[in-house]
């Protein structure tokens, strides 16, 4: 079954302009925002412009320039947040949530980068 991607969620609104954010960075194709409700010092959430609904939808659909603009995006912003592990930062976590078991609350595929405290474990326990 296609993904039905529903352009009335917050983050479509935040790129149509309706809605402030503060932007991290931005390029053509991805915009990375400060999370309204951080779980960390820093927490970025980077989202293609595109209408892409889950990450899974993201990988299939997306055109090659889009995924290449998200990747190297992501690096920029854990650079921003100090978090490159591979050059004196403490590294951080990258979630994302898709669909009903995923826990996704927003219907537009994005990245949670976290850092600047230990994250703790991946998981909860399955209780
Ligand atoms: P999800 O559960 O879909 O992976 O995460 C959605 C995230 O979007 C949550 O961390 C939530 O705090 C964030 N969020 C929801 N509404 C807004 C908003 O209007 N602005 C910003 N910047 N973040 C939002």
């Known amino acids: 079954m296609a993904y039905v991607y529903d352009d009335t969620n917050i983050f479509a609104r935040i790129l149509r302009g309706e809605i402030p954010n503060k932007t991290v960075y931005e390029t053509e194709h991805t915009l990375a925002f400060a999370d309204i409700a951080p779980k960390a010092p820093a927490h970025v959430l980077v989202i293609p ?40 930062g403490k590294g951080f976590r990258a979630i994302t949530n898709a669909g009903e078991h ?23 326990s399955e209780d």
Do not use: W
Request: proline residues 5%.
């Open 49 to 88: 412009k595109g209408p892409y609904v889950t990450y899974d939808h993201f990988c299939a659909a997306a055109s090659a320039e889009e995924i290449v603009d998200f990747s190297r995006a992501v690096a920029e912003v854990v650079k921003l947040v100090g978090a490159e592990a591979h050059s004196g």
């Open 102 to 124: 995923g826990v996704q609350e927003v219907p537009h595929f994005h990245l949670h980068i976290l850092a600047g405290r230990n994250i703790g474990p991946m998981i909860l």
